[in-house]
């Protein structure tokens, strides 16, 4: 089991920045792969990001490329996300997730395919 603290949240202004932080600890090499998703007021929960360790590949979701980057440290211990040019619907609570699956053999924009999650940190963009 992977367990993952994340961390940056806050209230930022609309067009702002911020940069979450998860970091994970226990199984960590059994990881492969580790991504954001968000849930927002009375909504459902959503990807947001995705980073691959095996094959270097990110993933994201349309309503966040080009201003949202996720990374990772030099050590298989930590991603981030640099989440540029805020807006109010960006609003959220962020979860970091790890899973084992390979990037061959899952879909990383689906919350299934996760097996370890964060406690969640929160968003908030005022307009």
């Known amino acids: 089991q992977v367990q993952l603290v994340e961390s940056g949240g806050g209230l930022v202004q609309a067009g702002g920045s911020l940069r979450l932080s998860c970091a994970a600890s226990g199984r960590t090499f059994s990881s492969n792969a580790m991504g954001w998703f968000r849930q927002g007021p009375g909504k459902e929960r959503d990807f947001v990001a995705a980073?691959?360790?095996?094959?270097?590949?990110?993933y994201y979701a349309d309503s966040v490329k080009g201003r949202f980057t996720i990374s990772r440290a030099n050590a298989k211990n930590t991603v981030y996300l640099q989440m540029n040019s805020l807006k109010p619907e960006d609003t959220a609570v962020y979860y970091c997730a790890s899973t084992q699956v390979p990037y061959y053999s899952g879909n990383y924009y689906f919350e299934q395919t996760y097996d370890s999650w964060g406690l969640g940190t929160q968003v908030t963009v005022s307009s």
């Open positions: 980073y691959s360790w095996s094959a270097g590949n990110t």
